[in-house]
């Protein structure tokens, strides 16, 4: 349920940029808006790639000290601890599905951005493509356990390589912005 939850903010935030960005006023409007970015602003989670943060930084670690470190800073501060539980959640890891090494792998993963590839396919990972940025559709979360638990090719650890939310709780529109209804 919890990965639900997760999900749905995730795909609201996005609906809530992507609508907040777009507009067709261009033409017809050339005055400058301003907006006021007086006072403080504070990062309050990092999670371009959901549960991240929340598996690989481990309990007595500031979650806050994470989610304000700079994205070009990420990997040399958390590679090693990414490391340690990557090997403390699946001692047998050796490569995944994309051919990662653990120390190759927890890099990628301690670096928490968004990749998103501006010409071809947009996924998180179809098997092809990896990382190429996130389709609505994408099941983050079970790429993350077959990355994680599944080995080489994949098939390790069936049981620990989904979370069998295999869908959205409804179909996602097939017109912009593509989101469905709340419920």
Not at 48 to 59: D, E, G, H, K, L
Not at 141 to 161: H, K, Q
Request: net charge negative; hydrophobic share 45%.
């Amino acid at each position: 349920m919890k990965t639900n939850k997760i999900k749905i903010i995730a795909i609201a935030l996005m609906g809530a940029v992507v609508s907040a960005s777009c507009n067709d006023d261009d033409a017809s409007n050339n005055s400058m808006v301003s907006a006021d970015f007086s006072g403080t602003f504070v990062q309050q989670d990092q999670m371009a790639r959901p549960a991240i943060n929340t598996v690989f930084i481990a309990s007595g670690q500031p979650k806050d000290e994470f989610n304000a470190t700079i994205p070009s800073m990420m990997g040399a501060k958390y590679q090693s601890a990414f490391q340690s539980r990557l090997l403390a959640l699946n001692a047998a890891y050796t490569t995944n599905a994309l051919g990662l090494t653990a120390s190759q792998f927890s890099g990628v993963l301690a670096t928490d951005v968004l990749n998103v590839k501006t010409s071809g396919k947009t996924t998180f990972f179809d098997g092809t493509n990896v990382l190429t940025g996130r389709a609505l559709a994408d099941d983050v979360i079970d790429v993350e356990l077959l990355l994680i638990f599944g080995g080489p090719m994949g098939t390790s650890n069936p049981g620990l390589t989904s979370d069998h939310v295999d869908a959205n709780d409804k179909p996602f529109s097939a017109s912009f912005p593509y989101l469905v209804a709340a419920w």
